[in-house]
């Protein structure tokens, strides 16, 4: 690649302010960071149930690494498969109330794996505007055909599936749409899929350990379970506080994937030790309903708060609280002027988000503080009043 050309798409992408820069932290993940040297409110980590640091995940992580060593040695079906991810996949598919669970080195591997091990060549797949990229990305690897309905229109997704051309129909959606922080219309499209008689997968990264009384999810908030929704991804970066993921679903389901997902296949297992911590914060997400029931109140509390200011926010109940603004020049300058009053908020911008509504991502997570919510209001407020603000 010609240097001369890439330093002039680099300056375009900063002339339309869509430049991606990476913070530094000097400190570990959690409410109060140490970022570019200065102590910053944390408000925008996906780590909701604040389990990331938690003693007991830590230990588990080091007694897993005194007993597993680092590295897993291979992939899985090679000799990478151990008694620690076993475990796992058995406690998840007890957890999710399904008969097999899988694990993935990651969410953006997992939803490549399965799309493209379910659906080819001949079939489609039928996806949320709003899915997340790994999830628009499988379909597109997958081969089939990749058809988009309207962010959350079931009315648009029935008919597209009444059309159907004969072969295999996957629908796909995240059950938390994670820039929005508002539900997939679940129920909906368990009833259209099942009409259809079109495949349903779920990617619930940001409902697992978040919605429903055991932390179950979209799928325990809208009672549904493996009979409505054949598959079910869930990812361990966010409200489990470690790092992997797996698809959970029948039997056959599982063992499809094994054989045919390549993302499954050619890739190394992650590190037992992980899997061993993950096991540790699977059972304080299940058991520690104050972490959710604290959270609940956080986002109550803000929700509130914002309504007084008449912040525009989105009609969400989960801890993914964005405040639109829309530019992303605008968007920018929010996030840079909520920093100089000492908070972490990144500003969301296209592509991951439509043209034209650039956010705030506010995320909230059970370790905060209700005097933290309200010092958070304060000075949004401070900005949206201030003259020659953003
Ligand atoms: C974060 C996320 C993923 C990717 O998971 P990783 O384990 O971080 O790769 C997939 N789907 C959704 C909805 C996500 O938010």
Redesign the pocket.
């Known amino acids: 690649m010609n240097r001369v050309l890439l330093e002039k798409q680099l300056k375009e992408l900063e002339g339309r302010n869509l430049y991606r820069r990476r913070k530094i932290l000097q400190s570990a993940q959690g409410v109060r960071v140490t970022c570019n040297g200065v102590k910053l409110l944390n408000f925008c980590n996906?780590d909701y149930l604040g389990l990331a640091g938690h003693p007991k995940v830590i230990r588990a992580l080091k007694k897993g690494l005194d007993k597993w060593g680092v590295g897993s040695g291979s992939a899985h079906l090679v000799c990478g498969h151990g008694e620690a991810h076993h475990a796992l996949e058995d406690e998840l598919a007890q957890f999710t109330g399904r008969e097999r669970a899988l694990l993935f080195s990651?969410?953006?591997?997992?939803?490549l794996g399965v799309i493209s091990a379910l659906v080819g060549r001949g079939d489609r797949v039928l996806e949320d505007r709003l899915?997340?990229a790994?999830?628009l990305d499988g379909g597109i690897v997958s081969g089939a055909k990749l058809q988009r309905f309207k962010h959350a229109d079931v009315d648009a997704l029935a008919l597209s599936l009444s059309r159907s051309q004969g072969n295999k129909d996957l629908v796909v959606s995240?059950?938390?749409?994670?820039m929005d922080g508002t539900l997939a219309p679940l129920p909906d499209l368990v009833r259209v899929s099942k009409i259809a008689k079109a495949g349903l997968m779920i990617?619930?990264?940001?409902g697992l350990g978040v919605l429903g009384q055991g932390g179950k999810g979209t799928l325990e908030y809208f009672h549904l379970d493996q009979s409505d929704v054949p598959v079910l991804?869930g990812?361990?970066?966010?409200a489990f506080g470690t790092?992997?993921?797996f698809v959970a679903g029948s039997e056959a389901l599982i063992e499809t994937i094994i054989q045919r997902a390549r993302t499954y296949i050619y890739t190394t297992a992650i590190p037992p030790a992980i899997a061993e911590a993950t096991r540790v914060s699977l059972r304080l997400a299940e058991l520690e309903t104050w972490r959710r029931e604290k959270l609940q109140n956080l986002v109550c509390r803000f929700v509130q708060g914002a309504k007084q200011l008449g912040l525009s926010l989105m009609d969400s109940v989960t801890p993914i609280q964005p405040l639109l603004i829309g530019g992303s020049h605008e968007a920018l300058c929010f996030s840079d002027q909520m920093r100089s009053l000492g908070f972490l908020i990144s500003a969301i911008r296209p592509p991951t988000v439509p043209d034209g509504t650039a956010r705030l991502r506010i995320t909230f997570s059970a370790l905060h503080e209700e005097t933290q919510i309200d010092l958070l209001l304060e000075a949004l407020a401070n900005i949206l009043n201030k003259d020659g603000g953003c």
């Not at 995240?174 to 994670?178: K, L």
């Not at 990617?203 to 940001?206: K, L, T, V």
């Open positions: 996906n990651t969410g953006y591997m997992a939803n899915n997340h790994s999830l995240d059950g938390v749409f994670s990617d619930d990264a940001h991804v990812t361990f970066g966010k790092f992997g993921a």
